[in-house]
């Protein structure tokens, strides 16, 4: 009588697995999110009072047409860093820019009509241009990359150096 | 270390090899083996399976059409499982119109919904907006006032890494 010696061949359960591992690999990478992260200022009913130092403030519009005007200046958006830090850092000691890092604030406005993607680019932009100075500063001081740096050492670079944006009321030329 | 010249290297190599050589050529003949693809189908239907599960994921979640914008300094983000999710963009079904419209947990919500959303989960610190890049800042920038409102905040900005040049 023929026997038939079955054996489940083993073989390829080990691909199977390493295709499972992959599937979960690739499924958690989708969920784990990117994104800039901001703080928003609280609410308040009464107007803010104007009172910052017109030197220490960079104003920044976009209008509904996603064009920028930065100090009554139109400006396209990739030289929009370059004149961020240039304003922060104040190189020339210019009068119509502020003393030090720690005073400037960024005054950000947008019309209803801009798009969200400009938006996000512009807010990219003024970010990467206070994460470029502060990365110089870390190197200046600590002689390390600002990631590599402890907890307090980063606070202190942050605090000399804090990222001020505020945002205005938004326009609404679409009504008008 | 023992010294060599050159040549008797040559003579070591041209040794061992000839070395090997017979002992392949010492082995009986025999036919060569084929590669079993027996596996090959469950590795297909796997991928099959795979990309079914990553499509039913997609489609059953969303309702709103969402593609974030570049952004260079994009960072990760912290515990998905502590982070409200808002999603702003075009319905994606072509019957709940051409509008932006927001989506807060499997359903369309208005604006004014909001804050109730956000207070209803207090242990959630922060908040992601998840706006797709064609979006006009209106609709975005009404959620922002609510979120403010309702003292949600910590926003993150749903972001792509920009590929770098």
Request: aromatic share 8%; glycine share 2%.
């Amino acid at each position: 009588m023929k026997r038939f010696d079955n054996q489940v061949n083993a073989g390829s359960m080990a691909d199977i697995a390493f295709l499972l591992l992959i599937f979960f690999l690739v499924t958690t990478t989708i969920d784990v999110d990117k994104g800039i992260t901001v703080k928003l200022p609280p609410w308040t009913d009464e107007p803010i009072a104007e009172d910052v130092i017109k030197r220490n403030v960079l104003s920044v519009k976009v209008n509904r047409n996603d064009e920028l005007l930065v100090r009554g200046e139109v400006v396209p958006i990739s030289r929009l860093k370059e004149r961020t830090i240039e304003f922060i850092l104040n190189p020339d000691q210019r009068t119509d820019m502020p003393r030090s890092p720690r005073v400037a604030v960024i005054s950000l406005q947008n019309d209803r009509e801009t798009s969200y993607e400009t938006y996000i680019a512009v807010y990219n932009e003024l970010k990467a241009a206070y994460n470029n100075i502060r990365q110089e500063e870390a190197l200046k001081r600590y002689g390390k990359a600002y990631e590599n740096l402890n907890k307090e050492a980063k606070k202190a670079i942050r605090k000399d150096i804090p990222l001020v944006i505020s945002e205005a009321e938004p326009t609404d030329f679409a009504l008008k | 270390m023992l010294q060599c010249s050159p040549h008797c290297s040559i003579m070591i190599h041209s040794f061992s090899y000839s070395l090997i050589m017979a002992k392949l050529k010492s082995k009986p003949k025999r036919s060569r083996p084929t590669i079993s693809t027996a596996s090959l189908p469950d590795i297909i239907f796997i991928l099959l399976f795979f990309f079914m599960v990553v499509a039913i994921i997609q489609e059953n979640n969303l309702l709103v059409k969402v593609i974030p914008p570049h952004a260079s300094e994009s960072e990760k983000l912290q515990r998905h499982d502590e982070i409200n999710h808002i999603y702003i963009g075009q319905p994606s079904n072509k019957n709940a119109g051409t509008s932006p419209r927001i989506q807060l947990n499997d359903a369309f919500a208005e604006v004014k919904d909001v804050q109730r959303f956000v207070a209803a989960n207090p242990q959630k610190y922060s908040t992601t907006l998840h706006v797709d890049e064609q979006v006009t800042m209106g609709i975005v920038g009404d959620v922002k006032t609510e979120l403010r409102q309702a003292n949600a905040l910590k926003v993150h900005y749903a972001s792509r890494k920009k590929a770098e040049e």
